[in-house]
């Protein structure tokens, strides 16, 4: 925790199921979730309060996930990315280490393998 506050974790997936179910997670996890529906949604929202890491769903309806990272990344943007897919293939974990992204992972997602994603990026040891 810095400045006494819960580490944000920024959430953005279309199925609000997921959203419901990570923002559980990570509450339970000591962190703040907060969550969009879409990549839109989260670019009408940004520079609210400051986030220790992204977790972007891979496939969105008008934007994917990859589509949103490499907005971020021109706008300068480098908090710590995990990509969430349910079809993972050696092109997308490519293209989603090719704009920084630190993780990518698979749904159905192992809490276990998203909750270190973000204690490593709470703990500033996870790049991009």
């Given at each position: 925790?810095?400045?006494?506050?819960?580490?944000?974790?920024?959430?953005?997936?279309d199925?609000?199921?997921?959203?419901?179910s990570?923002?559980?997670?990570?509450?339970?996890?000591?962190?703040?979730?907060?969550?969009?529906?879409?990549?839109?949604?989260?670019?009408?929202?940004?520079?609210?309060?400051?986030?220790?890491?992204?977790?972007?769903?891979?496939?969105?309806?008008?934007?994917?996930?990859?589509?949103?990272?490499?907005?971020?990344?021109?706008?300068?943007?480098?908090?710590?990315?995990?990509?969430?897919?349910?079809?993972?293939?050696?092109?997308?974990?490519?293209?989603?280490?090719?704009?920084?992204?630190?993780?990518?992972?698979?749904?159905?997602?192992?809490?276990?393998?998203?909750?270190?994603?973000?204690?490593?990026?709470?703990a500033?040891?996870?790049?991009?």
């Open positions: 925790m810095q400045d006494g506050h819960r580490p944000v974790v920024i959430v953005v997936d199925d609000e199921a997921v959203r419901e990570l923002r559980f997670l990570l509450d339970t996890a000591g962190y703040d979730a907060v969550t969009f529906d879409s990549a839109q949604d989260y670019l009408d929202h940004i520079g609210g309060q400051p986030a220790t890491c992204l977790v972007l769903d891979q496939h969105m309806p008008l934007t994917t996930g990859l589509e949103l990272l490499a907005v971020l990344r021109q706008r300068g943007q480098r908090l710590p990315t995990a990509l969430i897919t349910g079809s993972l293939s050696p092109d997308l974990v490519r293209q989603a280490t090719a704009l920084g992204a630190a993780r990518v992972l698979e749904k159905p997602l192992a809490d276990d393998a998203l909750l270190r994603f973000v204690a490593c990026a709470a500033g040891a996870c790049l991009h």
